[in-house]
Every structure is written in C-alpha cells, then in structure tokens.
C-alpha cells in the first residue's frame, strides 16, 4: 500500500511540476512580450524626439540665417548713409574753401531755390 501511495504522490508531483513549468513558460512568455512592446514603444518615443529635434533644429538655423542677413542689410545700410553723410560734408567742405564770401552765398541760394521749385 506504501508503494502504491508513492507512486501517486509521484505522479502528483510530476503533474505539479509540469503545471509550474508551464505557468512558467507563460510568465516567461508574458514578460518576452512587456519587454518587447516596451522597447517598440521606447523606440517610438526616441524617433518622434529625434524628429521633434530635428525640426526644431531646422527652425532655428531659418530664424538665425534670417537674423543674419536682416542684421547684414541694416549693417550695409548703415555704412551706405554713413559714406553718404561723409561725402556729403566733404563736398560741402572742398567747396567752402574754393568758393569765398558772396560765391557761396550765390550757390547757396541757387540750390535752396533748385529745392523749393522741385518741391512745388
């Protein structure tokens, strides 16, 4: 009677055994799956942040070419009016010295009256 109580005990425990192995299997088979949909997911995240990067990286090198040429053309301006003014007074000044007195005020008043009359 012992032989046969071992026997079913034997049995019992092979049954349980295959039933922990297989819930094993499962849970193993389980987590193989978590881990997987996670790093597809972590995959996901990294590319839309790669992107979202890239793009923003792009906006940023527009806005600064546009920054850089604005400030080129304000720079470009400035030194145009700035050669202008120069010029300007040194004709102004050239002038004053080769014309005297009453010849400067002549064209003087030749130029104020050329002005106004392309004004009117």
Not at 30 to 42: G, L
Not at 92 to 107: H, I
């Amino acid at each position: 009677h012992k032989i046969e109580e071992a026997e079913n005990l034997r049995t019992e425990a092979q049954e349980m055994l295959a039933k922990y192995q297989h819930k094993y299997r499962d849970a193993m088979k389980e987590a193989d799956d978590i881990i997987k949909t996670a790093q597809v997911h972590a995959n996901k995240a990294r590319d839309k942040a790669v992107e979202e990067l890239k793009d923003k990286i792009a906006h940023m090198e527009e806005q600064a070419k546009k920054r850089l040429s604005e400030t080129q053309e304000q720079a470009i301006h400035d030194v145009r009016s700035m050669v202008a003014d120069k010029a300007v007074q040194i004709a102004g000044e050239t002038l004053e010295k080769k014309l005297k007195g009453k010849d400067l005020a002549n064209l003087s008043n030749q130029s104020i009256e050329k002005i106004t009359q392309s004004i009117h």
